[in-house]
């Protein structure tokens, strides 16, 4: 089994918009099956993939109900990812960032998803093995 | 020496700017730090043999080593046995092996 | 722990955020105690132009009254003590070789940025 680390991620795109939110879920999915420690800063819009009240909904041009849809729910994603560091021996400290949540009123977050601010990125990268951050474009 | 990993998520035919990416990774080389370009998302388009891949082809040259996420590859379908030269196809999990060695990472 | 942000992508949103995040999030760290310095390239070394003016927008009755100062924020990371590189050629391509920027920000060209890296333990690229 490999040595324990604590990684890093901050993340700034919101989901459905690109394919950066879907590799960094990814990056974190591995981090999280090798029981790693891992912290997630959400600055900007990111601070929408652990919003609560996401919705599936029916997909008509795949000819699809809701429940056949199964839907991509971020906020679902994330709570997996959770459960799955958890299972593995470690745990996922997942930061929104508090201004980037109240100007986009993305105030609900599912159960694990705590407030924050930069310090805590500061922090986060300074007690870490390493930081990536997955920068957005404009 | 240090070690870096570059995260190519662009393309050259989308993006302008993957010229970045492959400058400093010859610098990087050329000052003797140890350098992986890891391509993902759109930045594998230029994987596939036959594709214009001027920068991936002079990153090749320069003895550096170019890895193509397996899945962004396979999404696109772009068969793993027929890449541009130089380019080795790879799991993302080599990215999590890297940050948890200390690379320096940089995501663009 | 010594931090290099690296800030690329110009007027990202900065109307509705009026400043730019990638900036905000530097100064922020800064303050916080952090030991930081930036990277401007791309599109972001027109954040440098002192002549910038983002003033006027209004939305039906809805008038903007703190545009973004770009300009005004980068200079307030040098009078916080940050090191403010800006890569040379992308003023150049930019047209921006002889007009007035603000003033002690550090010229990188692009083959002086690997050099730079080594100076930092992180390189956050946003």
New interface residues.
């Given amino acids: 089994m490999a040595d324990k680390k604590t990684l890093t991620f901050?993340l700034?795109d919101p989901p459905y918009e690109n394919a950066r939110s879907t590799t960094a879920l990814r990056l974190i999915n591995i981090a999280a099956k090798r029981g790693y420690d891992i912290n997630v800063f959400a600055?900007?819009g990111s601070v929408f993939l652990a919003f609560a009240m996401q919705k599936p909904h029916p997909n008509a041009m795949h000819g699809r109900n809701v429940e056949e849809e199964n839907h991509v729910l971020t906020k679902e994603l994330v709570s997996s990812l959770m459960q799955e560091a958890m299972r593995n021996g470690g745990k996922i400290d997942w930061v929104n960032c508090g201004l980037c949540v109240d100007?986009r009123g993305a105030v609900e977050a599912v159960e694990g998803v705590r407030r924050g601010?930069?310090?805590d990125?500061?922090k986060m990268?300074?007690t870490s093995d390493n930081?990536l951050?997955i920068?957005?474009?404009? | 020496m240090?070690n870096?990993l570059l995260i190519e998520s662009r393309d050259p035919y989308g993006s302008n700017?993957t010229q970045?990416c492959c400058?400093?990774a010859k610098?990087?080389a050329?000052?003797g730090?140890a350098v992986t370009v890891f391509l993902v998302q759109n930045g594998v388009f230029p994987a596939r043999a036959g594709a214009r891949a001027d920068e991936l082809s002079a990153l090749a040259k320069a003895g550096i080593e170019i890895l193509a996420d397996e899945f962004s590859l396979r999404e696109r379908g772009i068969p793993t046995d027929r890449l541009t030269a130089g380019v080795k196809p790879a799991p993302l999990d080599v990215v999590i092996d890297r940050l948890a060695d200390g690379c320096?990472a940089?995501?663009? | 722990?010594k931090?290099l942000n690296?800030i690329?992508?110009?007027?990202?949103?900065t109307l509705e955020?009026q400043d730019d995040?990638g900036v905000w999030?530097a100064y922020?760290?800064k303050a916080?105690?952090?030991d930081v310095d930036v990277l401007l390239?791309?599109?972001a070394v027109n954040y440098a132009v002192k002549d910038q003016d983002a003033g006027g927008l209004q939305y039906g009755a809805w008038r903007q009254t703190q545009p973004p100062r770009l300009a005004e924020n980068i200079a307030s990371l040098t009078s916080k003590g940050m090191a403010v590189f800006i890569v040379s050629e992308d003023l150049q391509e930019r047209g921006l070789g002889g007009v007035p920027l603000i003033e002690s920000l550090t010229p990188v060209t692009?083959?002086g940025?690997?050099?730079l890296?080594?100076n930092?333990d992180?390189?956050?690229?946003?």
């Fill in positions: 901050a700034m600055y900007e100007e601010s930069p310090a990125f500061l990268a300074a930081t951050v920068v957005t474009r404009g | 240090a870096y700017d970045f400058d400093l610098q990087l050329q000052q730090d320096k940089i995501w663009h | 722990m931090a690296i690329e992508t110009g007027y990202r949103a955020e995040p999030l922020t760290l916080a105690g952090a390239r791309g599109n692009r083959n940025i690997a050099r890296l080594g930092y992180q390189v956050w690229h946003w």
